[in-house]
């Protein structure tokens, strides 16, 4: 019996620079997550974001002190299915959208408005990096293959609403 050895930071670049790149400018919704707690998510077809709460029924507004710069996350969704391990979900990241868009900060800059569905957000400057959760799920040469890259915020990003609205699996997503 062989046992596949995981992908190395060197594997994870190699693959990514060989693969067609996300759209820039406008791309869709592939995957909506609502983190519910305890590490259980859901992932329903359609979500409803608030100017209070961010997406409704996520557990980002249960917190003590609920950071506004980090109210919505969005992830590439290429990064995530370069990274998942055979049959792992594809919202086991955790973000609340996954993405075909480019997310890089020469695409995106701090500042920058995304339509996603009906809803207003607003591109986030407080950087969203990997961490123990991360590292657990996809492991140490993933966490350091997307941390090392901020720049193309591998990891995602961190946006806050600037408009309610609704978010269907399928919406554009697209610089306002």
Known sequence: MSIE???????????????????????????????????????????????????????WALGDRPNLDAQVTLMNVRVTELIAHAGTALDTPGDNFLVDLDLAEDALPAGTRLRLGTALLEVSPTPHTGCKKFRERFGLEALTWVNDHRDRRLRGMNCRVLEAGSVAVGDPVEVA
């Open 5 to 59: 050895a995981l992908p190395t930071v060197g594997d994870f670049e190699a693959r990514w620079l060989a693969a067609e790149p996300a759209p820039r400018g406008r791309g869709t919704v592939r995957l909506i997550c609502l983190r519910l707690g305890d590490g259980v998510h859901e992932t329903p077809e359609r979500a409803e974001l608030t100017l209070e709460g961010g997406v409704a029924d996520d557990r």
